[in-house]
């Protein structure tokens, strides 16, 4: 295993860290460390070289990243990196990289299905001085030469997501800055922002290199490498330079909640439906909270076990709040809940009685059930995938399919009581004439030509057909994409694109 030359920057200069990410260096695995954190994991490596193997060197960069980012380090995720994980941990622990914040507690509750649920892992920190002086770590890992693939089985059935999850491909470095910008906007602290900020870069990172999606323990959900990106990153997600359009269910889960709502026969405000229509629902939350001198709401973090303050001024934040104060959990004594009580009364009524239907099972995972049954059974005949309300897809006329497919789902007696938006990725190029390929297990800087075919959309379709069944006559690829034959056989003859 080598750990090429690190490159280190100062996190408050862009420009600085803009030339360290726009260098050709190869690498199989890469990631964003505290400068400080990497010293002494590089010291402990080579201390201790002639006893640790390429993948178990590999498993310290995994964990300490995920520790960095404030991930989930529960002992199923880390023995997924390696089973050598609790001796890991010690060793981390020994030589003072991270430190134990918070002892796993086991919680019993009989009236839960699954009794334990509530009991909390181990969480650990890193211990650090410095934040403002990162590295860039690139490592040639010498153990794969393709992208490491983990997706069950039975999600393999749909072809078309499958097969765009393991061909699509990851504009990083831009990806990486889109970050950046929109974290700065937030106004964070220093701890919040570096958190954060290496959190989303290894999942950059990540996902070059390693697909993977299965279905949710509790919920319908699917999860994958693409939904663990944040929607900053998604945006540079492309198959063969070509980004994604989005269809995506405005205020999902209070929209959500009207479907299931009136299919238990229960009450609802006209108010609300009007509102969650026009896509409005949090906005009026906002504006009820400023009317009210209502500033901010706490609710208590069981794993932390803090007080998590939300700021009635901030989108993201009430959008969080209701999740947890409404959906998740009805907390009756908090500004949330009076608020949306005084504004809903019916519907708040309606919540509780659904909780009474069956207490093991939250408000949260039958909305999420009823996202995955709408949003799952969507089925298109090009590249596409899932993020749970929303759905990323290369060829515009799909946008006509998805909505008559959401529509049916919904039903028509509530075809007019949902808000869908549409949007065409605008991909900012922060870094210019810069692309990711993939060549013997590296990824290494290609230079995009200026002679791109006339149709790249086109050729894009029909290699998607073909990849689907390399049996399609050029008439059938023709009647699919309602293009003239001529047109398909000018392409494929020209663009070689039958084997």
Not at 12 to 22: G, L, T, Y
Not at 46 to 61: P, T, V
Not at 422 to 431: A, D, N
Request: proline share 2%.
């Amino acid at each position: 295993m080598n750990i090429n030359e690190a490159l280190s920057f100062n996190i408050n200069d862009v420009k600085e860290m803009e030339s360290v990410i726009k260098t050709g260096v190869k690498f199989d695995e890469g990631y964003f460390l505290p400068q400080q954190t990497f010293d002494m994991l590089y010291d402990f490596i080579d201390r201790n070289i002639n006893m640790l193997g390429g993948k178990e060197i590999k498993a310290y960069f995994d964990i300490v990243a995920k520790i960095a980012g404030n991930q989930k380090t529960n002992s199923d995720i880390l023995r997924s990196i390696s089973y050598k994980q609790s001796e890991i941990l010690k060793n981390l622990c020994d030589i003072k990289i991270i430190k134990l914040k918070k002892k796993y507690e086991i919680i019993y509750n009989e009236n839960k299905k699954n009794p334990y649920e509530d009991s909390t892992p181990n969480i650990f920190e890193l211990i650090i001085s410095d934040r403002d002086h990162i590295v860039f770590i690139p490592i040639a890992a010498g153990i794969s030469t393709t992208v490491t693939s983990k997706v069950q089985e039975d999600l393999k059935k749909n072809k078309m997501v499958y097969y765009t999850l393991m061909n699509v491909e990851l504009d990083w470095r831009n990806a990486i800055l889109e970050n950046y910008y929109y974290l700065k906007k937030k106004n964070l602290d220093k701890h919040d922002f570096n958190t954060k900020f290496l959190s989303r870069v290894n999942n950059i990172f990540r996902a070059l290199t390693h697909r993977t999606m299965k279905k949710g323990e509790k919920v319908n959900r699917i999860y994958s490498t693409l939904t663990l990106l944040s929607s900053e990153s998604r945006k540079h997600l492309h198959m063969n330079n070509q980004y994604f359009y989005s269809t995506d269910l405005v205020n999902a889960q209070p929209t959500l909640l009207v479907k299931l709502i009136q299919s238990l026969g229960m009450s609802i405000d006209d108010e609300y439906i009007e509102i969650v229509s026009t896509g409005k629902f949090y906005e009026i939350i906002m504006k009820y909270a400023a009317e009210n001198n209502i500033i901010e709401d706490s609710i208590y973090n069981k794993k932390t076990k803090l007080y998590d303050r939300f700021d009635y001024g901030d989108r993201d934040q009430v959008k969080v709040l209701c999740y947890r104060g409404i959906f998740f959990y009805q907390h009756e004594n908090k500004n949330i809940w009076e608020i949306f009580s005084e504004l809903f009364p019916k519907t708040a009524r309606s919540i509780k009685d659904i909780k009474e239907i069956d207490a093991g099972v939250t408000l949260a995972s039958r909305l999420q059930n009823l996202e995955a049954e709408i949003f799952h059974n969507i089925i298109l005949d090009s590249p596409y995938f899932i993020v749970h309300d929303a759905v990323y897809y290369i060829r515009k006329s799909d946008k006509k399919s998805i909505k008559q497919q959401i529509k049916c789902r919904f039903g028509e007696n509530l075809s007019k009581k949902y808000k869908l938006k549409h949007e065409q990725t605008k991909v900012r190029g922060f870094i210019n004439n810069c692309n990711i390929t993939h060549c013997e297990g590296n990824i290494v800087i290609s230079v995009k030509t200026k002679n791109k075919p006339r149709n790249p959309e086109l050729i894009l379709d029909i290699e998607n057909l073909l990849n689907i069944n390399p049996d399609y006559t050029n008439k059938e690829i023709g009647e699919i994409l309602e293009i003239p034959t001529k047109t398909i056989a000018n392409n494929i003859s020209k663009h070689k694109l039958r084997a």
